[in-house]
């Protein structure tokens, strides 16, 4: 069992939590995790790619010079994909990348990644983080005395706190999600999160109840 310190908006201690990473999964599958980040980046191509074959692109259809005696090679059509300005032997066509894995390996997946994190010391807890209204200023304050200025860092609510948003969303790297949208990729990209202690007291309470099924079926050894 691990003791986090609890920060307040000033950077100053104001207590302990105590959490372990197996608290929230038993186990660490890398190969889940790798299978849940190809699955997001997959959802977040756009999939509009498109090239021409040689019967798109522009150009005669004439031989373009004669078979013989030229010393050249022979050559048929100026469209050809082995000629500059030819088509695209094997042409690209807009596709949809999406696909789903399914829903408990995802939930397992998401719980791997923030136990991962606390493993590895890259989480942070504050006490709270309420704002009276937006401001940027407020934010930038909180996140250089924790010290995180200049680090990528996901901020994790209880709950959808509007000026939390609008008060994070101008500054680089930060990024701002309720503890029920947590998910893997979104989980391991940031090299550090701050959850807010009920947040936090929420993701421990619901892996209690789904780690103990969900990553006996899935997880495989800790690496």
């Given amino acids: 069992m691990a003791n986090l310190t609890v920060y307040n908006r000033k950077g100053e201690s104001v207590g302990d939590y105590e959490i372990a990473w197996s608290d929230i999964s038993a186990t660490i599958n890398k190969q889940l995790l790798h299978d849940a980040v190809v699955m997001y980046q997959?959802?977040?191509?756009?999939?509009t790619h498109r090239t021409k074959t040689r019967g798109e692109v522009?150009?005669?259809?004439?031989k373009m010079y004669r078979q013989k005696g030229t010393g050249r090679a022979r050559a048929g059509s100026r469209r050809s994909g082995i000629r500059r300005g030819g088509g695209h032997i094997h042409a690209k066509r807009p596709r949809d990348y999406?696909?789903?894995?399914?829903?408990?390996?995802?939930?397992?997946?998401?719980r791997m990644a923030i136990a991962s994190k606390l493993r590895?010391?890259?989480?942070?807890?504050?006490?709270?983080?309420?704002?009276e209204q937006p401001s940027t200023k407020q934010?930038?304050?909180?996140?250089?005395?924790?010290?995180?200025?200049?680090?990528?860092?996901l901020l994790v609510t209880e709950s959808h706190n509007l000026n939390?948003?609008?008060?994070a969303r101008n500054i680089p790297g930060v990024k701002v999600l309720r503890?029920?949208?947590?998910?893997a990729y979104g989980v391991l990209v940031p090299r550090r999160i701050v959850f807010t202690k009920d947040a936090l007291d929420a993701v421990k309470q619901r892996a209690a109840g789904g780690a103990s099924t969900a990553d006996a079926e899935t997880a495989g050894s800790v690496e």
Wanted: without cysteine; charged residues 20%.
């Fill in 42 to 47: 997959a959802n977040l191509r756009q999939g």
């Fill in 58 to 62: 522009a150009g005669a259809t004439t």
């Fill in 98 to 110: 999406s696909y789903r894995m399914p829903r408990k390996a995802v939930q397992a997946a998401t």
């Fill in 120 to 131: 590895d010391e890259e989480v942070v807890i504050v006490e709270a983080l309420e704002f």
């Fill in 139 to 153: 934010m930038a304050a909180v996140l250089q005395v924790l010290p995180l200025a200049g680090k990528t860092t």
């Fill in 164 to 167: 939390v948003y609008k008060s």
């Fill in 179 to 183: 503890q029920t949208d947590l998910n």
